[in-house]
């Protein structure tokens, strides 16, 4: 009772009756994403009155999200009341075709603090790319499923790593654009408890610091331009690696394809020279000191011996030699890490 008093406050009514809560209005068709306890969801009925403009998902079936989460049965329970339509096993990579939702199209696509899960810690490179995963997952399906002049909004955290995933560019690489980003508070949606989500402690609340919600809306005239196709002007790095085996090399490949395959950087990766010892990469916005310095990490002994400027279907123009044991900490797009000059160590 006491957070619905608090929601009442927050809550702004027009002329015409219609109720909005910060950026959501009743008059919205909002469809909610990966809620946690629901929450959000609740919070939104509440202020509204009636939740039948809402259809509020989770990722989880509703076994699995009553054992993350035992306190959203009574959100449940308030959103049912309110005519609320609640969807589980909702994943943002195929809402757009989920049965009870495909040919719907929404006002309003919401994904609080979407988070992939805990798999590596938080500024690795391999949990910062899963994360863009499930976001630019989320905008590419949120993309076919806004109503005219719809937004999809993310909030996210704006301090590092979390500024590592670049959602604005995921978005632009959709076919959205950022209309507006404002500062998210929790105190603005009474009895939001935003929830960690993935296991361990599922159920704990996190500090959210500075966040923004980000809102996208569609490209005007980009239809679905979807990813960008081919280099325009690339680089090709040579670095030398200590590799120990096949098993190594390999891994080493694999990893810097999946890292730039999310950067969408790479065109090629090959290994070359007599020794097999030298790691020849190719592509457009690459980051070779952040690259190098995960491979480190993650592989072995790497260090950039050179690095040439190319433009599409030329040959290498201009050729930069470069310190062969680079120390540099200043990466813009990648993580980077004390080297570790040990073999190759995971994956
Ligand atoms: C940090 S929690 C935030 C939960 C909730 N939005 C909140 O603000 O409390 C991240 C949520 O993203 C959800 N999630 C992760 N991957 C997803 C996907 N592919 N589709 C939909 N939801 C996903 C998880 O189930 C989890 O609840």
């Not at 690795?124 to 109503?147: G, N, P, T, Y």
């Not at 797009?333 to 190759?344: F, K, L, T």
Request: aromatic share 8%; net charge neutral.
């Amino acid at each position: 009772m006491y957070a619905h008093n608090l929601i009442n406050l927050a809550v702004s009514v027009q002329d015409n009756g219609e109720k909005w809560i910060k950026h959501y209005s009743s008059s919205h068709k909002i469809l909610l994403v990966g809620e946690g306890d629901f929450s959000f969801a609740a919070c939104l009925a509440i202020a509204f009155g009636s939740a039948n403009n809402m259809v509020a998902t989770s990722l989880d079936s509703k076994g699995l999200l009553m054992e993350k989460h035992p306190t959203a049965g009574p959100n449940l329970k308030e959103l049912e009341d309110r005519g609320c339509t609640i969807v589980h096993d909702v994943d943002a990579h195929t809402m757009s075709q989920h049965p009870l939702l495909t040919n719907k199209l929404f006002d309003r696509i919401v994904f609080n603090f979407p988070h992939a899960g805990f798999d590596f810690r938080e500024h690795d490179i391999l949990q910062i790319i899963q994360h863009q995963k499930v976001v630019k997952a989320f905008l590419r399906s949120a993309r076919d499923m806004l109503a005219e002049n719809g937004e999809a909004h993310v909030t996210h955290k704006t301090t590092h790593p979390f500024t590592q995933w670049h959602i604005e560019e995921l978005a632009e690489e959709v076919g959205l654009r950022l209309v507006e980003k404002v500062e998210f508070r929790t105190l603005d949606y009474p009895g939001y408890i935003n929830k960690r989500g993935a296991r361990p402690r599922s159920d704990r609340t996190f500090l959210v610091g500075e966040c923004s919600t980000f809102k996208f809306g569609v490209k005007n005239g980009s239809g679905k331009p979807e990813d960008r196709t081919g280099p325009i002007n690339s680089q090709k790095i040579v670095m030398k690696v200590q590799l120990n085996s096949d098993k190594c090399r390999s891994k080493a490949m694999k990893l810097v394809r999946l890292v730039f395959f999310f950067m969408r950087s790479v065109s090629s990766v090959e290994i070359q020279g007599a020794d097999k010892d030298e790691l020849v990469v190719i592509g457009e916005r690459v980051d070779s000191v952040g690259l190098t310095n995960l491979l480190r990490k993650k592989v072995g002994y790497a260090a950039i011996v050179k690095v040439e400027e190319m433009k599409a279907k030329e040959e290498p123009k201009k050729e930069v030699e470069v310190n062969p044991t680079p120390i540099c900490y200043t990466v813009p797009s990648i993580v980077y890490y004390e080297p570790n000059q040990s073999g190759c160590s995971i994956m």
